[in-house]
């Protein structure tokens, strides 16, 4: 668990922090990113110590850049992939690279761009174009009481075929922030800021619960497609399995990568699970009916 | 498409198909892409993995005498269309 004494080490030889089934080693000498790991990361496994999956450094500009404006540059497995950001995004490039070092090389696994929960036994994959509306419903299934698998990724482990969990920071951004925020008051929060694109952000502290089931997998279940409309009532329509491999093939970083078997996963888990386009808009609408939607499912024939 | 070229199916190509639907989804290992066909289009595909390698003017009339359809001017276009498309995805090659 974490400790004052541990993350004193993100200056100098950096600390491990196990994700699901990743250990990312990180260094920083800003206090921003310290401050980062301590309020939005309490609760994982940290330990000093080298090594580890991913190595992400965000390292404080010099010189002249340290007093105006200052920068923060990243270098991530050695290399220097992005320009330097302001310093002030510090915490939150944190998240953005580690998103960047799954999406890249986490090859062990089929990964895709969707939110995953999971309540009772079924995951339910929520995948969408940035704007459909994911990362708002994920976050309040997840204060509704669904486990947190991952905001970002579903990793499909490719022999078992189940979803292994990734559980991090919620990302929210904009009219959603306003929305989950009076959803969850007493959830912790990361500072608000504007990203590169302009847009407000923060990042949700995921529930404890869900950090302490990070090596448990989840059986796919349901998938969804949302689309958040302002006023529409809540309407499931139903997905036929070729177009959900298909849409999940889109928003799939590496199934071509892993050749016939990441193509066969993502074709197996289409196979398992029932898919809807959804069209909401009211939250409180949307919630039980997805909650009884996968209860109606978990119960045995 | 040039005329009179004829056809043969690109080995390793990974079919799948599910209970919901009589379509196919084709996964191509050399360029890394999935496709959607219609079981029509598949069965087209198939008459390519016989041998002798056939015409595109064969194809299309043995699928014709397959599938009951009668060989009219909507018929021959979306055939040939369909050639066009399995031959730009590499799930055909003209063979000499």
């Known amino acids: ?8 080490r993100l200056a100098t030889t950096g600390v491990q922090v196990t994700i699901g089934p990743f250990v990312v080693h990180v260094r920083s000498e800003l206090p921003l990113v310290h401050r980062y790991l301590e309020t939005l990361y309490a609760g994982f496994p940290i330990r000093g110590g080298d090594g580890g999956h991913f190595d992400i450094q965000v390292v404080g500009s010099h010189g002249v850049r340290r007093f105006i404006r200052p920068q923060a540059n990243l270098v991530v497995n ?4 992005f320009l330097p950001l302001p310093a002030d995004l510090a915490g939150a490039l944190f998240e953005w690279t580690l998103n960047y070092c799954v999406g890249r090389d986490a090859h062990r696994f089929v990964a895709m761009h969707a ?6 036994g079924r995951a339910l994959i929520v995948s969408g174009e940035s704007g459909a509306g994911k990362s708002t419903l994920c976050a309040a299934l997840v204060l509704d009481g669904w486990r947190l698998l991952s905001d970002e990724f579903a990793l499909v ?3 078992a075929g189940t979803l292994s969990p990734l559980p991090r920071p919620v990302s929210l951004k904009n009219v959603s922030i306003d929305i989950i925020r ?6 912790v929060y990361g500072p608000e800021g504007i990203d590169i694109e302009h847009a407000r952000f923060v990042h949700m502290k995921p529930p404890a619960s869900s950090v302490q089931r990070a090596s448990e997998p989840a059986s796919p279940g349901i998938v969804i497609f949302p689309r958040w409309r302002s006023g529409a009532e809540t309407r499931f329509t139903r997905v036929r399995k070729a177009q959900v491999l298909l849409r999940l093939a889109d928003q799939s970083f590496n199934y071509n990568y892993l050749g016939v078997r990441g193509f066969n996963a993502i074709a197996d888990l289409a196979r398992r699970v029932e898919g809807y386009e959804l069209e909401y808009s009211d939250l409180d609408d949307v919630l039980p009916r997805l909650a009884g939607l996968c209860d109606a499912g978990a119960r045995p024939a | 498409m040039q005329v009179g070229l004829r056809w ?3 080995p390793g190509l990974v079919w799948t198909q599910f209970d919901d639907s009589d379509d196919w989804v084709v996964f191509n290992p050399f360029s890394g892409d999935i496709h959607l066909l219609s ?3 598949y069965a087209l595909w198939q008459l390519t993995t016989s041998s002798p390698p056939r015409s595109s003017g064969a194809l299309i009339e043995a699928l014709a005498a397959d599938t009951g359809y009668t060989a009219d001017g909507d018929f021959l276009s979306s055939a040939r ?3 066009n498309f399995m031959d730009r995805a590499g799930l055909i090659a003209p063979v000499q």
Do not use: I
């Open chain 1, 115 to 120: 939110a995953v929960v999971e309540r009772n």
């Open chain 1, 78 to 81: 050695g290399e220097r992939p």
């Open chain 1, 157 to 159: 482990d490719p022999d």
């Open chain 2, 8 to 10: 043969s199916a690109t």
């Open chain 1, 1 to 8: 668990m974490t400790d004052a004494s541990v993350l004193s």
């Open chain 2, 39 to 41: 079981a029509s289009a």
């Open chain 2, 81 to 83: 269309d369909t050639l």
């Open chain 1, 182 to 187: 009076q959803r969850g008051r007493d959830v």
